[in-house]
């Protein structure tokens, strides 16, 4: 059974995050004020500077291989009301962009690829979110209610970059109403050789399904030991969860294992964040390619 006074105190933080980000007075609205604006950016920066620093301590040792150079790309835009000019929805998206003075083809699929999901991202929010943008706010005004502009974005986390491979958390949020916005993980892993997307199945060598049980026993035997502790928070059927609710393509490599994750609300609730599972590489066993150990860095869930 969850401990009724640790889901208490995380949904206690999580109503207080929320009235960090959007202030006691604009509950669930996330401000992209230009201050907002510039921590974002700056954070984005060190990324690039921790990435480089720790990884190239690696190279000087000859243990990887050098990491691709990398530079972010931001796509923001605000539309405003017709009728009064008030604010109706707002993006910022950052989109990674690997260096690639040689024009290698590989490298040039990968960038085709974050492209593709930024476009497709800024598509669906100027037209179908746009339009319901528009009804919420118009429902606003006839109904005496406040309107809470849309919020949505995509931030980047490079959680590995060496050895020929890159593996990338692309983090997104919306806001569109509500007492705090909602968020979705998406990864993807390459091989930098031949541009091609990596599955479980090709990092461990073995069928689908093979690799999907290594991703379960990981999980259950983690969840286990936290029984307990102020680390089980997780919902009372999480036996049937694990393997109902979890996505093939839901991992990513970090510097020092393989690490598998839900989205919001699959086995846990929201205050609990995104659950994380890492697989440590010395405990992961033979793989089909060689993954060696990076300086890790925490991913914030």
């Not at 401000?31 to 921590?39: E, P």
């Not at 990092?203 to 502790?229: D, N, P, Q, R, W």
Request: hydrophobic share 35%; glycine share 4%; with cysteine.
């Amino acid at each position: 059974m969850k401990s009724k006074k640790n889901i208490k105190n995380m949904l206690i933080a999580s109503i207080a995050a929320v009235f960090m980000l959007t202030g006691c007075n604009n509950i669930g609205y996330i401000n992209m004020s230009q201050n907002a604006k510039d921590v974002m950016n700056q954070d984005v920066q060190q990324k690039a500077i921790y990435n480089v620093k720790d990884e190239q301590s690696q190279i000087s040792k000859g243990t990887v291989s050098a990491p691709v150079k990398i530079s972010y790309k931001t796509y923001t835009q605000s539309i405003k009301d017709e009728i009064d000019e008030s604010l109706l929805l707002e993006y910022k998206i950052i989109r990674p962009e690997i260096s690639n003075p040689d024009n290698d083809d590989n490298i040039m699929a990968i960038n085709k690829y974050y492209k593709k999901q930024t476009d497709d991202f800024i598509n669906s929010i100027i037209t179908e979110e746009l339009e319901i943008a528009k009804s919420d706010r118009e429902s606003a005004r006839v109904n005496g209610y406040t309107y809470r502009p849309y919020s949505y974005g995509i931030n980047i986390e490079i959680c590995y970059n060496g050895n020929n491979l890159l593996s990338v958390l692309s983090k997104e949020y919306r806001y569109t109403g509500g007492a705090h916005p909602m968020s979705i993980w998406h990864s993807a892993t390459f091989d930098l050789k031949t541009g091609k997307k990596l599955s479980l199945s090709d990092i461990f060598g073995v069928s689908k399904e093979e690799a999907l049980e290594k991703v379960y026993e990981t999980v259950l035997s983690k969840i286990e030991k936290a029984k307990g502790t102020e680390e089980f928070f997780y919902f009372e059927n999480y036996k049937e969860d694990i393997y109902k609710y979890y996505s093939e393509d839901d991992f990513i490599l970090t510097g020092d294992g393989i690490t598998f994750y839900y989205q919001l609300y699959a086995i846990a609730p929201y205050a609990a964040g995104f659950p994380i599972f890492n697989l440590p590489l010395s405990q992961a066993g033979p793989l089909a390619i060689d993954i060696p150990p990076l300086p890790s860095k925490k991913i914030e869930n």
